[in-house]
């Protein structure tokens, strides 16, 4: 797994992209809660609940978040709305643009691969709000194989990915979001954003 990463890598290099440098951390986050009885692409109450506890506990307790990225939203089909619902709330706390990954159904690989190098991330702590099928394709890209699949329920999970310079194997930590709303550092925040319920 890690010769493929440096092998994507590489060939970014050989494509003429800029020298290899890599984000401090990137914080990997499923969207948030959905209602599948409604049958409609957005979050749920309880969803929207969670993304703004979300913008509220990133910078809290994370320190200053730098970048944030979203799997695509099919603007055609309106499908995959919920990722960059779920960033929104981070946005608007941090003042920060989201970008959006537009490939990202079909090139998640190459989107993690291609982060790792991309000069608007190096040295960046960086948040993803993704689809939850294609996450571990994503941190397998980020250069770690450890992820397994995420339950189709499972929406509390809260995964960072730190990097050392010039070492492309994070160290990883893996949360729950449940556990981090019981911290300090979130229960005594100060944020623009509205403090709401708990998912």
Same mark, same amino acid.
């Given at each position: 797994?890690?010769?493929?990463?440096?092998?994507?890598?590489?060939?970014?290099?050989?494509? &003429?992209?800029?020298?290899?440098?890599?984000?401090? +951390?990137?914080?990997?986050?499923?969207? &948030?809660?959905?209602?599948?009885?409604?049958?409609?692409?957005?979050?749920?109450?309880?969803?929207?609940?969670?993304?703004?506890?979300?913008?509220?506990?990133?910078?809290?307790?994370?320190?200053?978040?730098?970048?944030?990225?979203?799997? %695509?939203?099919?603007?055609?089909? +309106?499908?995959?709305? %919920?990722?960059?619902?779920?960033?929104?709330?981070?946005?608007?706390?941090?003042?920060?643009?989201?970008?959006?990954?537009?490939?990202?159904?079909?090139?998640?690989?190459?989107?993690?691969? +291609?982060?790792?190098?991309?000069?608007?991330?190096?040295?960046?702590?960086? #948040?993803?709000?993704? +689809?939850? %099928?294609?996450?571990?394709?994503?941190?397998?890209?980020?250069?770690?194989?450890?992820?397994?699949?995420? &339950?189709?329920?499972?929406?509390?999970?809260?995964?960072?990915?730190?990097?050392?310079?010039?070492?492309?194997?994070?160290?990883?930590?893996?949360?729950?979001?449940?556990?981090?709303?019981?911290?300090?550092?979130? #229960?005594?925040?100060?944020?623009?954003?509205?403090?709401?319920?708990?998912?």
């Amino acid at each position: 797994m890690a010769m493929r990463v440096l092998v994507l890598a590489a060939a970014f290099v050989l494509a &003429g992209a800029p020298a290899l440098g890599q984000p401090a +951390e990137v914080i990997l986050l499923r969207h &948030g809660d959905k209602d599948r009885q409604r049958g409609d692409y957005n979050l749920s109450p309880r969803g929207f609940r969670r993304a703004i506890n979300l913008g509220r506990l990133l910078p809290a307790c994370f320190g200053p978040i730098q970048r944030i990225g979203s799997y %695509r939203l099919a603007v055609e089909s +309106e499908k995959n709305a %919920r990722s960059y619902q779920t960033a929104v709330p981070l946005a608007v706390a941090t003042g920060l643009n989201i970008k959006m990954f537009t490939d990202s159904a079909d090139g998640t690989p190459y989107d993690g691969a +291609e982060l790792l190098q991309a000069g608007w991330a190096q040295g960046k702590t960086v #948040v993803l709000f993704w +689809e939850h %099928r294609r996450m571990p394709a994503l941190a397998m890209a980020l250069g770690w194989d450890g992820m397994g699949a995420i &339950g189709k329920d499972d929406f509390d999970g809260l995964y960072r990915l730190r990097y050392t310079p010039g070492n492309f194997l994070p160290d990883v930590i893996v949360s729950r979001e449940s556990e981090l709303f019981q911290q300090a550092c979130f #229960v005594n925040a100060t944020s623009p954003l509205p403090a709401v319920p708990l998912p």
